[in-house]
């Protein structure tokens, strides 16, 4: 979590501001990484509804590639601008919703298995337990800024992965 937010933030390349805040998501009020992440499940959940059955999980996959890659080069770009991992930058959060969406198509209840997956990965993206803490506190850059959501990412699929096989 950034420690800058309260400090006013610097004049930075409109493009990477777009892109880094999610759509702007990371300015809005309170919880900006909940309202990116927020943004990240409805995204996915229409690419699911649009997309056949059969093509979401590699989609969901190139999804979270493309992101990291991109969310690394952006968030090291603002850094120059807005300092060490700003509050505004939530580009992280998408791929932390994206990799439990990898386990959430299952019919009727993909809907509820997505909504699990995006709030078990902010209840683990906020306590940041088992790895997380660690790597958001000594990894910098634009790395540290994606590499501690992949890790919650990761363990918000491996619970929901759980949930799922109980409950089918």
């Not at 509804?49 to 979270?64: N, Q």
């Not at 770009?77 to 919703?97: A, C, H, K, L």
Request: proline share 5%.
């Amino acid at each position: 979590m950034s420690n800058n937010n309260n400090r006013r933030l610097g004049e930075a390349p409109c493009f990477h501001v777009i892109l880094s805040t999610g759509l702007g998501t990371g300015f809005l009020p309170w919880m900006p990484g909940t309202w990116g992440a927020l943004l990240a499940l409805a995204v996915w959940y229409g690419l699911y509804l649009t997309l056949p059955v059969d093509i979401i999980l590699p989609v969901t996959g190139m999804l979270i590639v493309c992101n990291f890659i991109v969310g690394v080069w952006t968030s090291n770009i603002m850094e120059r601008y807005w300092g060490q991992d700003p509050r505004t930058v939530n580009i992280d959060e998408f791929i932390g919703v994206w990799i439990p969406c990898l386990v959430a198509p299952c019919g009727d209840n993909t809907l509820l298995m997505a909504f699990l997956g995006f709030a078990l990965f902010r209840i683990i993206d906020i306590f940041k337990p088992l790895g997380c803490r660690w790597i958001d506190r000594n990894v910098r850059g634009g790395w540290g800024v994606m590499l501690d959501d992949v890790l919650a990412g990761v363990y918000a699929l491996i619970i929901l992965y759980g949930i799922k096989f109980i409950m089918l």
